[in-house]
């Protein structure tokens, strides 16, 4: 299975930018997908999810701002406006998933993530 990120840069205060994350390989089912971010000296913090069933959930610090969709089954963006210095991080795509029928099979996989930077 892999997990790859796209999208990331440098972009102004009150800027937007859009991440991308395509699951491959050896997957039977997602259950959800979601985008963590680690700044310098801070542990991983999830700030948006979605189950396979639609349902998102936010981080407080990026609700209203932030927003996660799926483009089809193994695919999910994060459209991040009105960007702050505080978002700065490194973005990082996680998968929850099963590689076959049994439950068993049930993994999390992370991306190599993509830096974001915001500039003031």
């Known amino acids: 299975v892999r997990v790859v990120e796209s999208g990331g840069g440098l972009v102004q205060s009150g800027g937007s930018l859009r991440l991308s994350c395509v699951a491959s390989g050896d997957i039977f089912s997602v259950e959800s997908m979601g985008w963590y971010r680690q700044a310098g000296g801070k542990q991983r913090e999830l700030i948006a999810s979605?189950?396979?069933?639609?349902?998102t959930n936010y981080a407080d610090s990026v609700k209203g701002r932030f927003t996660i969709s799926k483009d089809n089954v193994l695919t999910v963006t994060l459209q991040m406006t009105s960007l702050q210095v505080d978002d700065t991080a490194v973005y990082y795509c996680?998968?929850?998933?099963?590689?076959?029928?049994?439950?068993?099979?049930?993994?999390?996989?992370w991306g190599q993530g993509t830096q974001v930077t915001v500039s003031s």
């Open positions: 979605v189950a396979g069933g639609g349902r």
């Open positions: 996680n998968v929850d998933l099963r590689t076959g029928p049994n439950w068993r099979t049930r993994g999390t996989y």
